[in-house]
């Protein structure tokens, strides 16, 4: 089942659980690794909504898992992803959250602007969760074609609560600079998932990491960085963190990065496979530019990266105890074609 479907059937009852940015990601890969999405903020990651799970583990039985039975194992799928099992049902947590205030606002990436959208989403009320890529704007037919291929903060915006709260919420993002477009309105939780093309298949290199800021001087640099391309379409995505998911203990669950508390998502879109290499540089100086100390990485954005990506997904004790826990459910590693925890030896 993807995201779409699900927020699309919960919508007929005026509810809804956080999934990511995107209608078409499938649940429960998602889910199994932790789940970033436009409600992170008011109600946390969809691992906070799993209340139960069936699971078939290597050993070929059917578990009913959660906070009482083989809890082990239900902290481990609430991060460790498909590492522990086939997931085939999942009990999640709904929220009455039919009618919210949101929408796409693009406005000029000046450094400024970026700077200060950060800043205003960091403080704004916790109602409020953004998706801010800065990137050229896409020639779609609702951007004035002026702007195409200049670089925008192509922005979602929801803001789970009244509308009058969620006008107010967003009037100082709107007062940024002059929005090239304002789709911000009252609205239904599911058209956060717009209609996709399915036909759209970038091959895209990317690199996900956790900073603590975006000053003024890294939106200085994500704004040359992406005017200096290695690709005519590269985008810094910010997710603002905090709010529900940060007050959730670190060991709670297998996903550890509860106090990071901004997620970047660097990404080049390309064509020829030769040139992956040139991609692979600028992502990486680029990286390195934002870095401010957490090493932390979102496993459901890494692709294949090796062993020490892997462990940032998984810091602290965290890593530890995941291998434990995998020794004791799948001391094989049947579950190995993924993010893989090996497990622990002489457990
Ligand atoms: C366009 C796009 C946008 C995205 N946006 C977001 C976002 O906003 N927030 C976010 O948190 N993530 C996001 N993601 C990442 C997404 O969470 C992962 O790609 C996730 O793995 C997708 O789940 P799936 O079931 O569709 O994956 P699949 O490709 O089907 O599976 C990926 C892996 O998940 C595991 N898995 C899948 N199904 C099961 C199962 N039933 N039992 C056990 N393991 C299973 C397996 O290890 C499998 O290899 C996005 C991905 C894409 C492609």
Same mark, same amino acid.
């Given at each position: 089942?993807?995201?779409?479907?699900?927020? &699309?059937?919960? =919508? /007929?009852?005026?509810?809804?659980?956080?999934?990511?940015?995107?209608?078409? !990601?499938?649940?429960?890969?998602?889910? @199994?690794?932790?789940?970033?999405?436009?409600? !992170?903020?008011?109600?946390?990651?969809?691992?906070?909504?799993?209340?139960?799970?069936?699971?078939?583990? &290597? =050993?070929?039985?059917?578990?009913?898992?959660?906070?009482? /039975?083989?809890?082990?194992?239900?902290?481990?799928?609430?991060?460790?992803?498909?590492?522990?099992?086939?997931?085939?049902?999942?009990?999640?947590?709904?929220?009455?959250?039919?009618?919210?205030?949101?929408?796409?606002?693009?406005?000029?990436?000046?450094?400024?602007?970026?700077?200060?959208?950060?800043?205003? $989403?960091?403080?704004?009320?916790?109602? @409020?969760?953004?998706?801010?890529? !800065? +990137?050229?704007?896409?020639?779609?037919?609702?951007?004035?074609?002026?702007?195409?291929?200049?670089?925008? !903060?192509?922005?979602?915006?929801?803001?789970?609560?009244?509308?009058?709260?969620?006008?107010?919420?967003?009037?100082?993002?709107?007062?940024?600079?002059?929005?090239?477009?304002?789709?911000?309105?009252?609205?239904?939780?599911?058209?956060?998932?717009?209609? %996709?093309?399915? &036909?759209?298949?970038?091959?895209?290199?990317?690199?996900?990491?956790?900073?603590?800021?975006?000053?003024?001087?890294?939106?200085?640099?994500?704004?040359?960085?992406?005017?200096?391309?290695?690709?005519? +379409?590269?985008?810094?995505?910010?997710?603002?963190?905090?709010?529900?998911? $940060?007050?959730?203990?670190?060991?709670? /669950?297998?996903?550890?990065?509860?106090?990071?508390?901004?997620?970047?998502?660097?990404?080049?879109?390309?064509?020829? /496979?030769?040139?992956?290499? %040139?991609?692979?540089?600028?992502?990486?100086?680029?990286? =390195?530019?934002?870095?401010?100390?957490?090493?932390?990485?979102?496993?459901?954005?890494?692709?294949?990266?090796?062993? $020490?990506?892997?462990? &940032?997904?998984?810091?602290?004790?965290?890593?530890?105890?995941?291998?434990?826990?995998?020794?004791?459910?799948?001391?094989?590693?049947?579950?190995?074609?993924?993010?893989?925890?090996?497990?622990?030896?002489?457990?």
């Amino acid at each position: 089942m993807t995201a779409g479907e699900y927020t &699309a059937a919960a =919508d /007929t009852h005026d509810l809804a659980t956080g999934f990511g940015d995107t209608g078409s !990601v499938g649940i429960a890969g998602l889910t @199994l690794g932790g789940g970033v999405g436009y409600l !992170v903020r008011k109600h946390g990651l969809t691992v906070d909504d799993l209340v139960s799970a069936d699971i078939v583990t &290597a =050993d070929g039985q059917l578990l009913h898992v959660d906070a009482d /039975t083989h809890p082990d194992l239900f902290w481990a799928i609430r991060g460790g992803g498909g590492n522990f099992g086939v997931a085939t049902r999942f009990e999640l947590r709904l929220h009455e959250a039919g009618a919210i205030f949101g929408g796409f606002l693009v406005l000029p990436a000046t450094a400024e602007v970026v700077h200060r959208f950060v800043a205003e $989403a960091e403080s704004a009320p916790e109602e @409020l969760s953004t998706i801010a890529s !800065v +990137m050229p704007a896409p020639p779609m037919p609702f951007i004035p074609a002026e702007h195409h291929g200049r670089l925008v !903060v192509f922005a979602m915006l929801v803001y789970a609560g009244a509308v009058e709260a969620g006008q107010r919420a967003i009037a100082p993002f709107r007062a940024l600079a002059a929005p090239i477009v304002d789709m911000v309105k009252p609205m239904r939780y599911p058209e956060v998932y717009p209609p %996709e093309d399915e &036909a759209y298949h970038p091959v895209a290199l990317g690199h996900t990491m956790f900073v603590d800021s975006v000053g003024r001087g890294a939106a200085d640099a994500i704004v040359d960085r992406l005017q200096h391309g290695s690709s005519p +379409m590269c985008v810094a995505q910010i997710r603002v963190l905090g709010g529900a998911m $940060a007050r959730v203990p670190v060991d709670a /669950t297998a996903f550890a990065h509860r106090r990071s508390r901004i997620m970047v998502n660097l990404a080049a879109l390309y064509e020829r /496979t030769q040139e992956k290499q %040139e991609h692979a540089d600028w992502l990486s100086r680029f990286a =390195d530019a934002l870095h401010t100390g957490d090493d932390g990485a979102y496993v459901n954005f890494l692709a294949d990266e090796g062993e $020490a990506r892997i462990r &940032a997904a998984y810091p602290g004790r965290t890593w530890d105890r995941l291998a434990a826990i995998k020794a004791r459910y799948d001391p094989t590693n049947l579950f190995r074609l993924n993010q893989n925890i090996p497990p622990a030896r002489g457990s």
